[in-house]
């Protein structure tokens, strides 16, 4: 497509209500992904910071915690490390239902449970920072209040490890991102080459592609996700390539259909007549062509693949814990579902649903658009 082409698909395609709120979610989903650890409430790797004694409990919980230096601080990453791999904590989280001080010490009511707790007492200054020791008791009294007790809110509520659902919900995403983004590239790279060279040469190349499409198309696309997984492994990067190298089999049939209606085009015969190399002809005359139906199978490959790694992480053999995926938290907390703590396993499976919507509502809206039939 050219510029002017461009510019006219774009036009009509925010003109379409459907189109304008697909791509508002796809957008949104996007952003909250890359800065999943700034907003996130739990920014530590993989918001895995559990809190059991606050495990399982309903959005909007909110409970005192007091901070408690570890032993031993963290190194001090860069700005784009923890934008990327989030922040190690240098403390951990003691719930709390109340706090006092008597005189170098603070004393604590450990939050247990709903109704059990237990008293617990610190010298001051091994919650103070160093600099802080040498000040009079009540500005170390002030600074801990300040400092080492924060007020945390669950806002989705919390997993049965006491992990926070919308920090995991947010890390989550970029799973479901990555995984659209790597499968699309991947079955469109071999999807699109094989499908152009099949049908713009034809006879025994067409055959023989042919052949190893039908082979792959008569295999369950879960059945043979699990052949691959096994032979590559469950790492982050296998689940992405083995989901790719099984979607690519839909898209080399219909680039295969549209080359060979192009070839038989006027301009196509011209190119050949000039003598045209035949990678020239294709990647310049007959790619170009058929960029509208490429797109849409991108789009339709997306969703796909958002719900295979889904289906595959609630098997137990796709993204592994700690690693938050939104399939693996239905998985571990499917069991919830007949409990009054439900919405452990219901949030991230509207997150899934709405995601896959807004991407078919995409390519729906793109098959109209750029008028692709079949």
């Not at 790597?182 to 025994?204: D, E, K, R």
């Not at 969703?303 to 399939?327: D, K, T, Y």
Request: net charge positive; hydrophobic share 50%.
């Amino acid at each position: 497509m050219n510029t002017l082409q461009q510019h006219s698909v774009w036009q009509k395609l925010i003109r379409k209500p459907s189109a304008i709120l697909a791509l508002s979610i796809i957008m949104l989903t996007i952003l909250l992904a890359v800065f999943a650890y700034v907003l996130s409430p739990d920014a530590s790797p993989n918001a895995n910071r559990m809190i059991v004694e606050l495990g399982a409990k309903k959005p909007g919980f909110t409970k005192k915690l007091l901070l408690l230096p570890k032993q031993k601080s963290n190194e001090k990453q860069s700005v784009f490390h923890e934008l990327l791999m989030g922040k190690s904590d240098d403390f951990n989280f003691l719930p709390i239902n109340s706090y006092s001080f008597t005189g170098e010490n603070i004393v604590v009511h450990h939050f247990i449970d709903e109704g059990l707790e237990d008293t617990l007492q610190y010298p001051l200054n091994i919650l103070l920072p160093t600099e802080e020791h040498n000040k009079t008791i009540s500005a170390q009294q002030a600074f801990l209040e300040k400092e080492r007790i924060k007020n945390h809110c669950f806002y989705l509520g919390s997993d049965r490890y006491g992990r926070d659902i919308l920090s995991r919900l947010l890390i989550g995403a970029r799973v479901s991102i990555a995984v659209g983004l790597v499968a699309v590239l991947l079955s469109l790279s071999i999807g699109v080459f094989l499908g152009a060279i099949a049908g713009y040469f034809g006879g025994w190349v067409d055959n023989l592609v042919m052949f190893v499409v039908n082979i792959f198309w008569s295999v369950p696309t879960l059945l043979l996700v699990f052949a691959l997984t096994l032979t590559l492994g469950k790492g982050f990067w296998d689940i992405f390539v083995a989901i790719g190298l099984t979607m690519w089999v839909g898209a080399a049939r219909l680039i295969r259909g549209q080359v060979l209606v192009l070839k038989e085009m006027d301009y196509i015969i011209a190119a050949k007549a000039i003598g045209a190399s035949h990678a020239r002809i294709i990647i310049k005359h007959i790619l170009p062509n058929i960029a509208g139906p490429i797109i849409v199978v991108a789009a339709s490959n997306f969703a796909a693949a958002i719900l295979i790694e889904a289906g595959l992480s609630f098997l137990g053999i796709g993204i592994q814990p700690p690693q938050p995926s939104w399939g693996l938290m239905i998985k571990e907390h499917y069991n919830f579902l007949i409990t009054n703590q439900p919405l452990a396993a219901i949030i991230p499976g509207i997150a899934i649903m709405v995601l896959v919507y807004a991407f078919n509502l995409l390519g729906n809206a793109l098959r109209d658009v750029l008028d692709v039939r079949g």
